[in-house]
Antibody
Framework: QVTLKESGPVLVKPTETLTLTCTVSGFSLSDTRLGVTWIRQPPGKALEWLAHIFSNDEKFYNTSLKSRLAISKDTSKSQVVLTLTNMDPVDTATYYC????????????WGQGTLLTVSS | DIQMTQSPSSVSASVGDRVTITCRASQGLSSWLAWYQQKPGKAPKLLIYAASSLQSGVPSRFSGSGSGTHFTLTISSLQPEDFATYYCQQANSFLLTFGGGTKVEIK
């Protein structure tokens, strides 16, 4: 059974750095057909893709946020970590991690999401 | 970056109706176009990938079509559990963008 679970703070202050962890099970981060992607959704708004990482450690970032984002993985721990620097209230959103099928570049399994608020 | 424009932004429909949602890309895509369904407070669910392939377990009343810059999601006979928000997503050159969403509401 494939599962993904996001973990991290529920509240960060402006200018701080956000670190989110996605812990996966039911598949391996070394599977060459798969990757893990991060997507966020501000309250009442549309989905926004952030970044993804594949088994060969190839990484892709949202062009608009690239300077603030970093994604990495620890295959032995089945974890993918996303960091977002210089947080701002507009970064308040539900953050999802999802499994990315590399064959057709769509997210076929999703975590439940974690709501993050940026406020002083 | 490729922009995805969905229309309509919302639609009111009745059970049994045929509903079509359109997604237009700012430039031509490969076939890496996906559709998702999202219900309030829940994570999105993959419905269609590669423009027209039905994800395992998704009812056959959902179908996708299109190529180039014009793609559609069709629900052939709307069911009560289909009232939700739908998003398209493209993946050109491994960089993803989503459409703005279409909310399907009960008439």
């Amino acid at each position: 059974q494939v599962t993904l679970k996001e973990s991290g703070p529920v509240l960060v202050k402006p200018t701080e750095t956000l670190t989110l962890t996605c812990t996966v099970s039911g598949f391996s981060l070394s599977d060459t057909r798969l990757g893990v992607t991060w997507i966020r959704q501000p309250p009442g708004k549309a989905l926004e893709w952030l970044a993804h990482i594949f088994s060969n450690d190839e990484k892709f970032y949202n062009t608009s946020l690239k300077s603030r984002l970093a994604i990495s993985k620890d295959t032995s721990k089945s974890q993918v970590v996303l960091t977002l620097t210089n947080m701002d209230p507009v970064d308040t959103a539900t953050y999802y991690c999802a499994r990315m099928n590399g064959a057709f570049l769509a997210a076929d399994y999703w975590g439940q999401g974690t709501l993050l608020t940026v406020s002083s | 970056d490729i922009q995805m424009t969905q229309s309509p932004s919302s639609v009111s429909a009745s059970v049994g109706d045929r509903v079509t949602i359109t997604c237009r890309a700012s430039q031509g895509l490969s076939s890496w176009l996906a559709w998702y369904q999202q219900k309030p407070g829940k994570a999105p669910k993959l419905l269609i990938y590669a423009a027209s392939s039905l994800q395992s377990g998704v009812p056959s009343r959902f179908s996708g079509s299109g190529s180039g810059t014009h793609f559609t999601l069709t629900i052939s006979s709307l069911q009560p559990e289909d009232f939700a928000t739908y998003y398209c997503q493209q993946a050109n050159s491994f960089l993803l963008t989503f459409g703005g969403g279409t909310k399907v509401e009960i008439k």
